[in-house]
């Protein structure tokens, strides 16, 4: 599974911006997907999965929204009310599991993409 992700921008807080990836290689429908982020100087965390449930961080839940279009291979976050503290590479990432109990770990997934930036200033 090859993934691309793009959408990322400098963005003032308060505002909104969508990331997406798009995935490649093998049947999309299949997976499970997930959205992790890591900012300056920290290590990758969990923000958001879609498989038979939808998951969030308590960091972005209410603000964020994670959705999927199977007949694009391609998975979104949509981020509203953004703040200084969202900024970092998000990153997607593909679980061949579809519902797991680890989704929080990075080890629970098989397949990441590049990242794209997203910085919000304050």
């Known amino acids: 599974v090859q993934l691309q992700a793009s959408g990322g921008g400098l963005v003032q807080a308060g505002d909104s911006l969508t990331v997406n990836c798009v995935a490649s290689g093998r049947t999309f429908s299949n997976y499970a997907m997930a959205w992790f982020r890591q900012g300056p100087g920290t290590g990758r965390e969990f923000v958001a999965r879609?498989?038979?449930?939808?998951h969030y961080s308590d960091a972005v839940k209410g603000r964020f929204t994670i959705s999927r279009d199977n007949a694009k291979n391609t998975v979104y976050l949509q981020m509203n009310s953004l703040k200084p503290e969202d900024t970092a590479v998000y990153y997607c990432a593909v679980d061949q599991d579809f519902e797991t109990n680890r989704y929080e770990q990075t080890v629970a997934y098989e397949f990441w993409g590049q990242g794209t930036l997203v910085t919000v200033s304050s």
């Open positions: 879609i498989g038979w449930n939808t």
